[in-house]
């Protein structure tokens, strides 16, 4: 299948031969529709707390995590270019489409509408003239430029996202106030970016700006650390015939999307671990709920692993407590299993486990929480509508009725009973990637994704759904999201 020049090219990647050869295979037979049995609902798979059971955790929250270590883990890789789509397309095409109005109409809305105006006045323009002469071509590339504020090529975390007090404030900036208010362990807050690597170094000297201010306005330290998604995770292209895609005689491999992060997830060692993408901040003033929650999920997961590192140390003891877990995990976790045997049992919890909070569904695209039918049972599963059959009418009506969606919001628990971490990899379900046509050159070929990392990535994770409000969920899409009411 591949010469000894490009094997030798394979493995200088840091990429295994079988592994690559099993993708052209996945590129041939294709990946599996999940087989959705229902879709979870409040009850049904998805946990509604209480306000008395919401105040508990949170109170109970700071003495269950006392002595244990806590991270925070935020997917932050690439530009933000697809936030300016429509500002792109009025640049290049010159006609006026709706977004770009919106943006203009908004414009002093934008936490950055101070540094802009301050760039074009370098470049010799005056804002309100140039808004006066309909000049929107300028001051859009000066938002969007290099020799301008950069936007178009800069990352999430790095843009202002909201104004506080007349100072501007990134997304990463939100995430080091976040991690103070619920991932704060003896005064030390631990953070995790993954990022790009032409990108790093803008992420450090933005930290080395502003850290010192938190640390003192806080009252507490940061410890950051970052990850690039390795090369070795990356997928080989093949064109429409499944054959490797050759670039000027060279095997082309692309990034494989944010199922490559479980490689990083995996390197991290912590007790809990909170993850969280880097768009999804509001403002200082409407934290509250995000607080809460988190803290919530996180004592919920931490009540959670309590009873089941108690029940598989009394079960490697000879103890016989299945009737006691089974009713237990049904009336305080809403998980209606059976087991035919107390060995069954301890398989079953001996699995790193996810709290996922789930919102209701607004129309948003993107995954949603699922029962799934497997080989061994139905599990709770987050599915993107790519993995779902929509030709199939049951299929589709299972999706249709589906009343919740994935803000990816979830608090991980990665470690056995004897404090032993698992090995993430060992618990991905390999055959829930992602197979789409893109093209190179003018040449049509076809990528791979690996199983997301919130998605196929941890399928065989125990995982409980808990909904939480939709307050919690804020994403920038868009530049024109800026001007919700929850980033103002």
């Keep these: 299948m591949f010469s000894s020049d490009q094997e030798g090219y394979i493995i ?45 955790f949170v109170s109970q929250y700071e003495s269950q995590a006392k002595g244990l270590s806590l991270l925070k883990f935020v997917p932050a890789s690439g530009a933000a270019t697809r936030m300016f789509k429509e500002l792109f397309e009025f640049v290049s095409g010159g006609e006026l489409n709706a977004g770009t109005q919106k943006f203009i109409d908004g414009i002093k809305d934008f936490a950055f509408f101070n540094e802009l105006s301050e760039s074009l006045q370098k470049q010799g323009n005056d804002i309100e003239s140039l808004l006066k002469a309909k000049d929107y071509k300028t001051i859009v590339n000066a938002l969007l430029e290099d020799n301008g ?25 939100e995430h080091l106030i976040e991690g103070a208010k619920y991932a704060s362990q ?57 054959e490797p895609f050759l670039d000027n005689g060279q095997l082309l491999f692309r990034p494989a999307g944010h199922g490559a992060l479980l490689e990083n997830l995996n390197d991290l060692d912590a007790d809990v671990i909170f993850v969280k993408n880097i768009d999804n901040v509001v403002p200082d003033h409407l934290k509250a709920d995000t607080i809460t929650y988190k803290k919530a999920l996180a004592s919920l997961l931490l009540s959670f692993q309590k009873d089941s590192f108690n029940w598989q140390n009394r079960m490697a003891k000879g103890e016989d ?36 909070g789930m919102v209701e569904n607004t129309g948003e695209p993107g995954g949603g929480p699922f029962w799934v039918k497997g080989t061994e049972g139905t599990s709770l599963q987050i599915a993107e509508t790519a993995q779902i059959d929509m030709s199939d009418s049951t299929q589709a009506d299972i999706l249709k009725k589906s009343s919740h969606f994935n803000p990816v919001d979830l608090v991980c628990g990665v470690k056995s009973c004897n404090g032993e971490k698992f090995d993430l990899l060992k618990y991905r379900d390999d055959k829930t990637g992602f197979i789409t046509e893109k093209s190179k050159n003018g040449k049509d070929l076809k990528a791979m994704e690996l199983p997301g990392l919130w998605n196929g990535a941890m399928a065989d994770w125990i995982t409980l759904f808990v909904e939480v409000p939709i307050s919690t969920f804020n994403p920038v899409k868009t530049v024109n999201d800026l001007l919700k009411p929850t980033h103002q």
Excluded: W
């Design 186 to 242: 003896d005064g030390l807050v631990c953070l995790h970016f993954t990022v790009s690597p032409e990108h790093q170094q803008k992420f450090e000297s933005k930290l080395n700006e502003v850290t010192a201010k938190y640390e003192s306005a806080l009252g507490v330290k940061y410890e950051v650390s970052f990850s690039q998604q390795k090369k070795s995770t990356d997928t080989i292209a093949v064109d429409l015939s499944n």
């Design 321 to 356: 407590c299945l009737s006691e877990a089974v009713d237990k995990l049904k009336t305080q976790y809403g998980m209606d299993l059976n087991f035919k045997d107390s060995d069954e049992l301890a398989k079953y919890l001996n699995r790193p486990v996810r709290v996922c």
């Design 149 to 173: 504020l950069g936007y178009g090529s800069l990352p999430k975390g790095l843009l202002s996202f909201h104004l506080e007090d007349g100072q501007s404030k990134t997304p990463i900036e």
């Design 12 to 56: 200088s990647r840091g990429s295994d031969i079988s592994v690559i050869k099993n993708q052209i295979e996945d590129f041939k037979s294709g990946f599996p529709f999940l087989n959705l049995d229902r879709p979870a609902t409040i009850g049904d798979g998805i946990i509604k707390l209480t306000p008395q059971q919401i105040n508990d």
